[in-house]
Structure formats: C-alpha cells, structure tokens
C-alpha cells in the first residue's frame, strides 16, 4: 500500500492542516488519493472559523465525502475509546485495517491518526498499533515552541521503537520570523532525532490552492519512497 501516516506530538498542533497539505499537493501532482481518519472525536463542539472539522477538510483535497475519510465519529472530545464507550459502542480494529486498506486499493492514502501514537482506539490497540498494521512512512507533526524538543523525540522513540520508519518532522504553525528558540528546537530536533525536519507556514485558510501550494514544499515524493 502507497501513502503515508500522519501522526502528532500531541492533540491540536496540526495534523489536519498538514495531511490536507498533503493531499492536495499530491493531487494536483496527478496522484490518485483517498484520506482516511480512523476515528473522530469532539463533534459537538462548533469547529474554528475558517477550518472546517477534520474530516471535512481532508475530503475537500481528496475528491471524497466526509463520511467516508471518517465513517467512525462521536460528539465527546475525548479519547477514541472513551468516546465509544460514552456512545455506547466500541471500535473494531479489524474493521478500522480493513477500511484504510480497501481505501489505499489503487491510491495513495493519507492516513491522519487521532492525537498522538499512544491514544488508545480501544483499551488494547492504539494508533501506533495502526500505524504497524499499515506499515505507512510516519510523518510526525510537531509545534515549533516550547516543549517541542521532548515531546517530538519522544514520538521518535516510540515510533521507531514499535518498528515504524519515520520519514520526517513538520513544524506546524512556523511564523514568518522564527524566534532563537524555535530555530534552535527545529535543528536541535534533527540533530538529536536524526530526522528530516520541515516547517509548514501559518495558513489563513482551507483554500484548495493554498493548501497545495503549501504542500508542495514539503518533501512528499521522498517520504513516499
């Protein structure tokens, strides 16, 4: 299966933004993509204004329907797990494998995972058991300021510790003029995570060509190889 895995250091630093990046740079390249998101919580509360919610925005680049990059959603902001059980339901992990790979059937998929590898889809499988599952390139997306550094070696450690191959590190949200500190933790970052390490801009919004634009700057045929 062709595409990629989309994780975070942790819950809101850009996953979304930059797995539609993603997307729409590899369409107007002429792949044929799909999203997935295997589960999507928080739904009762109102998405940020210009951003739509998650699945919403990865449906737009990959030419698909919300429901289908996430048939699996819950009003909670909560946990996957949690948010299941509180709906009384519970996640498959069998059905969420076989989802992503009838997805990824003659496309490049762009999987966006749910907080960070650790969170918990069930009590006994996380994202990162997924992510093995699907044996993606992992791309990792990271704040630029404090905390990033052991927040993203962390994630490496645990990533390659399950066996996953890292392709790179996005420093979602990098300003126009990057402080001392954010230049020293995105080197600081690659030296000691031995990783590539880029930077997505601050984007004022969902626009097809700006995401696409934005995109095409990050190093996705390599990560693909």
């Known amino acids: ?36 998101k295997p589960a999507l919580t928080g739904l009762q509360d109102a998405p940020v204004p210009p951003w739509p919610r998650d699945h919403e925005l990865l449906a737009l680049p990959a030419g698909t329907t919300p429901e289908e990059v996430s048939p699996w959603r819950f009003g909670p902001p909560a946990s996957p797990h949690l948010a299941a059980a509180l709906a009384g339901s519970a996640l498959d992990p069998g059905a ?6 009838e997805l990824g059937e003659g496309h490049t998929l762009v999987v966006e995972g749910v907080g960070g590898l650790l969170v918990p889809l069930t009590t006994s499988f996380s994202v990162c058991d997924l992510a093995v599952e699907l044996a993606l390139p992992l791309v990792v997306v990271a704040r630029p300021g404090l905390g990033t550094i052991n927040h993203t070696l962390l994630t490496l450690r645990a990533a390659r510790g399950a066996g996953l191959r890292v392709a790179g590190v996005v420093l979602s949200g990098w300003p126009r003029e990057p402080s001392v500190l954010e230049r020293s933790n995105r080197d600081t970052i690659a030296a000691l995570g031995e990783v590539e390490v880029v930077t997505l801009p601050v984007l004022p919004g969902p626009d097809p060509a700006t995401l696409a634009t934005a995109g095409a700057e990050l190093a996705w045929r390599e990560w693909l190889s």
């Not at 975070?8 to 997935?36: H, I, N, Q, W, Y």
């Not at 969420?96 to 790979?101: I, P």
């Open 1 to 36: 299966m062709r595409g990629l895995f989309v994780t975070g250091t942790d819950t809101g630093v850009g996953k979304s933004v930059v797995s539609a990046c993603l997307l729409a740079a590899m369409s107007e390249a002429g792949e044929p993509v799909r999203a997935f």
């Open 96 to 101: 969420l494998v076989a989802r992503a790979r």
